[in-house]
């Protein structure tokens, strides 16, 4: 059984940067599959923050996080990285990690689509200040 697991997450302020981790605890390494992050915040749909292809060569990012946040993976480590730039208050969610269920590098369609990803990690709070 896979298990994902966040951390990094905490309380910043705005304009401030953070940097979530999100590592493999058991289970099948992650390099064979493409990787995600999402978020939500309370009252909202989850949405897809980002995501990253087996190789780290192909990426996707939400909207409202496009050249502000990065992701990247360390395959040798079975970490995946989010960096988060530029923090605004409306970045306040909780973001977890999720394994796509399969590798490649899907339609975009299906990257941002929650429901393609079959392993999740319990979340890590990111709460950002005014």
């Known amino acids: 059984q896979v298990q994902l697991v966040e951390s990094g997450g905490g309380l910043v302020q705005g304009g401030g940067s953070l940097t979530l981790s999100c590592s493999v605890s058991?289970?099948?390494?992650?390099?064979?599959?493409?990787m995600g992050w999402f978020r939500q915040a309370p009252g909202k749909d989850r949405e897809v923050v980002a995501a990253i292809s087996t190789t780290g060569r192909n990426t996707q990012f939400g909207d409202s996080v496009k050249g502000r946040f990065t992701i990247s993976r360390d395959n040798a480590k079975n970490t995946v990285y989010l960096r988060m730039n530029s923090l605004k208050p409306e970045d306040t969610a909780v973001y977890y990690c999720?394994?796509?269920?399969?590798?490649?590098?899907?339609?975009?369609?299906?990257?941002?689509?929650?429901?393609?990803?079959?392993?999740w990690g319990q979340g890590t709070q990111v709460t950002v200040s005014s």
């Open positions: 058991s289970g099948r390494p992650i390099s064979g599959y493409t």
């Open positions: 999720a394994r796509y269920n399969r590798g490649g590098w899907p339609a975009s369609q299906n990257v941002a689509s929650q429901i393609n990803y079959s392993v």
